[in-house]
């Protein structure tokens, strides 16, 4: 039963701290996505890669966070330096998308981690 | 993206089916139709999709109208499991991965 896998789950850390998340996704996928959830703001996407290349990382702050994927199997999350306001739970999500014209089926699905619920006192 | 527009939240008996509407007259020719739902402390999941035609799946089904204006997903005999924040997200056809999630419908499931 193939899932998608984050690391931490929970992650507690003071303000000014360096803070990574991972994330493997799917085998076979070839897009990544990372997803901020809060109260406030709901589900919000940050950031999504295709075949490892970064697509549109419009929805995050470019100051204090940086996404990356050193491989196919690793999808990385990083906020440097924390601060409070970045309290929230982080969801990698994984699917794979062919162009139309293709040959292949395009699948729509994207398969969800089950999160890193991050805190920054 | 076009917007869509869900009650905040649903109750319904547990073995009963349960219908959850979503209105987007704003949807264009080339948009998908969408569901995913969320349950507690997990991540959200994929129920079903659709862009005319009524769909089905072991899960759910989804019935679109004639107009596309409007869609209900359709839970045949909900359970306690299927209590969960169900989100109606509208996705263009062409090289839109993206899923812009809104507020959604709370569904309470009673025993």
């Known amino acids: 039963d193939a899932r998608v896998t984050q690391t931490p789950r929970d992650k507690v850390t003071e303000m000014g701290q360096e803070v990574t998340m991972r994330c493997q996704p799917i085998l076979g996928h070839n897009t990544v996505f990372w997803y901020r959830q809060t109260m406030m703001q709901g589900l919000e996407l940050l950031a999504y890669?295709?075949?490892?290349?970064?697509?549109?990382d419009s929805g995050m702050p470019k100051d204090r966070f940086s996404a990356e994927m050193p491989d196919a199997t690793l999808a990385t999350l990083k906020i440097q330096p924390s601060e409070p306001r970045d309290s929230a739970v982080y969801f990698c999500?994984?699917?794979?998308?062919?162009?139309?014209?293709?040959?292949?089926?395009?699948?729509?699905?994207?398969?969800f981690g089950p999160g890193t619920r991050l805190t920054v006192l | 993206d076009a917007k869509t527009t869900q009650p905040n939240s649903m109750e319904s008996n547990e073995e009963e089916p349960v219908h959850l509407p979503c209105n987007h007259s704003t949807i264009s020719g080339t948009d998908y139709i969408h569901w995913y739902r969320q349950l507690p402390s997990q991540g959200p999941e994929y129920v079903i999709h659709?862009?005319?035609s009524n769909v089905n799946n072991r899960m759910a089904s989804l019935a679109i109208a004639e107009d596309r204006k409007s869609s209900t997903l359709i839970l045949h005999r909900a359970t306690l499991r299927d209590a969960a924040v169900y989100y109606c997200i509208l996705r263009g056809r062409f090289g839109n991965e993206k899923l812009t999630f809104g507020t959604g419908t709370r569904l309470t499931i009673i025993p």
């Open positions: 890669f295709r075949n490892r290349a970064p697509l549109d």
């Open positions: 659709g862009l005319t």
């Open positions: 999500a994984s699917g794979s998308f062919k162009r139309q014209g293709e040959s292949h089926r395009i699948y729509n699905e994207q398969f």
